[in-house]
Structures are given as structure tokens and as C-alpha cells.
């Protein structure tokens, strides 16, 4: 679908008087568990909702589902790129109003999350993206719907973004690694600007961490470069002096209770390799915004 049929679908879809959603799912090599991920957006009770799967050079069967979903969008990337980069293309090709952001082996639990999270988003015009309240097969409680609170991100497996603070604060800013920090590093733009990050607590997307496709060493690496690098590109001077250091730290602490050190050295090598060139692009927050991204994430686990 061109950019001009993006558009007029959004449009169109304005004019029947809801704010008009985007479900983005970006998916490789998972053809067994997507449809479920694809199901659950279907069903939704909010009627202004398309869907549209990124099939990131998958060589299973994924492609053949086209036929079983022939009611949503299909793009598929014939060269495999990263999901940071697959987010932001259907982002930037959306003229919705919303974009919702769906992991491909995350689903809804029930059926009006999304319209809770517009209803809210609409009545609350600074709040940049909501949080769904996340559910795994480490953590499967399900917690009582409740009120609203300001949190420090978002979860990349279920989010609503309301595309038009991207264009005040710009897209995910990839780092070096494949995996992690990019929702933690956009949220954080977001506070610096003014908007803020609210979870929906009880209001469910589970996500089922399916090891396929998955390679656990990898991730890890990918995230602690990405987070020491998340600290130099918006960490403003001289905070900066004590976070690194600590971020540092508690990478080795974990890595050694985990048995992890291998693939945790690997991710403090990468981030050597690229920490000249981020330190040359770096984009630093106001200092005060900074405080206050680290005092929600207190406060909220704390709360917890």
C-alpha cells in the first residue's frame, strides 16, 4: 500500500468519527504463533483498527498466511532488517492517529484493550504512549483494572504511540546492537519534551517469550551495549560520571549471578567498538528530565 493509500485510508477511516489505529506486527520465522497475535487484534472492540504484519525475510511458512488473513496488510522485507527499523518504517508510513505495537508472539487477553488505551489517550492530550500492563510465563497474574499512572516506558511487545508526538520527538534511534534500549531511550525523549508514558494497569497483552528465533546469549550482548550507549548518547554532564560507572557495574553483578560474563563482556567490547562514534552523535536530555526518569523507575519499583 503507497503512502497516498495510507493516507486516504486513514482518512477515511477518521471520518466515521474514532481516532484511527495502526496494530503493528513485525514478525520472522514464527509462522506457528503469529496467527494468535493476529487473532487477538481482529477481535477488538474498537472499530477504527487496521492491522498490518512486517514479515522480516521470514523462510518458514509465513508468507502462506497471507491467504488464512487476506482482511489486513502484508509487507515483506526481502533482505532481513532489524524490528527497530521495521517499527519505524511502519510508522513513518502511517497517517493514523495511533500505532500500536504488537510483539508476534504477544497477543490481547481480552478483547477492549485498545479501546481503553484510546479513550484514555484521548482524554489525557500530553500523554505521549500508553503501556499495556505486560503478562509472561515468568509473571502470568493477572492484576485488577485500576487507575492510571505516569511510568518511566513502555514494553516494545504491547504499546499504543500517539504518532504525532514522533513528529516532535523523532522515531526509535537504533544503537549498535539488534535488541534493547529503544523503547527506554524514546520514552525518555518523550519526558524531555513534555509528554509522558501512562500504564493501564490490569488492561493485559500477554507475551509468551517463545525461544524460537530467539537466541538468548545474543540479546544479552545486544543489551548491554545498547544501554551503556543509551546512557552516553542522553545522560547529560555530569550526571553522567556516576550512571556510567553504575550501569557498568551492575551489568558485571548480574552477568556473574547469571552465568552470563561471556555474552556481557561481548556486549562491553561492542560498545567500545561504536562508543566514539555515539559520543560524537550525542544528543544529551535536560538534566532535570533525566532525574525524573530515574525517579519514576523508582518509584514504580518501589510500588511493585
Avoid at 16 to 31: C, D, E, F, H, M
Avoid at 179 to 190: H, I, N, Q, T, V
Wanted: hydrophobic fraction near 40%; charged fraction near 20%; charge should be positive.
Amino acid at each position: 500500500m503507497t503512502t497516498q493509500q495510507l493516507t486516504e485510508s486513514a482518512k477515511a477511516r477518521r471520518s466515521q468519527g474514532s481516532p484511527s489505529v495502526l496494530v503493528g506486527i513485525v514478525t520472522r520465522n514464527r509462522a506457528n504463533i503469529l496467527p494468535k497475535s493476529i487473532q487477538s487484534a481482529l477481535v477488538q472492540s474498537y472499530p477504527n483498527v487496521r492491522v498490518i504484519v512486517f514479515d522480516n525475510c521470514s523462510d518458514d511458512r509465513t508468507p502462506e498466511l497471507r491467504s488464512e488473513f487476506p482482511n489486513i496488510g502484508w509487507y515483506r522485507a526481502e533482505s532481513h532488517c532489524g524490528f527497530v527499523e521495521a517499527r519505524n518504517y511502519l510508522m513513518r508510513s502511517s497517517q493514523d492517529d495511533y500505532y500500536i505495537s504488537l510483539d508476534d508472539d504477544a497477543w490481547f487477553v481480552g478483547g477492549d484493550e485498545i479501546a481503553l488505551a484510546i479513550e484514555h489517550l484521548e482524554k489525557n492530550p500530553r500523554v505521549a504512549a500508553v503501556a499495556f500492563d505486560i503478562l509472561t510465563p515468568d509473571f502470568p497474574q493477572s492484576a485488577p483494572r485500576s487507575a492510571s499512572y505516569p511510568v518511566q516506558m513502555f514494553i516494545g511487545c504491547g504499546h499504543v504511540i500517539r504518532l504525532s508526538s514522533l513528529r516532535d520527538v523523532g522515531l526509535y534511534t537504533p544503537g549498535p546492537g539488534f535488541y534493547g534500549s529503544e523503547e527506554k531511550d524514546l520514552s525518555l525523549r518523550m519526558l524531555d519534551s513534555g509528554w509522558t508514558v501512562d500504564l493501564l494497569p490490569g488492561v493485559h497483552v500477554w507475551h509468551d517469550r517463545t525461544s524460537v528465533a530467539r537466541d538468548a546469549a545474543a540479546q544479552h550482548a545486544s543489551g548491554v551495549c545498547n544501554d551503556l550507549v543509551f546512557a552516553l548518547r542522553r545522560c547529560p554532564v555530569p550526571l553522567i560520571l556516576a550512571v556510567l560507572p553504575v550501569k557498568l557495574f551492575n551489568h558485571l553483578r548480574f552477568a556473574v549471578r547469571r552465568r552470563l560474563v561471556a555474552p556481557c563482556l561481548l556486549g562491553l567490547w561492542l560498545f567500545c567498538r561504536h562508543g566514539l562514534m555515539v559520543l560524537r552523535s550525542r544528543q544529551p536530555v535536560r538534566a532535570e528530565a533525566f532525574r525524573e526518569f530515574v525517579r519514576l523507575a523508582r518509584r514504580n519499583t518501589c510500588a511493585s
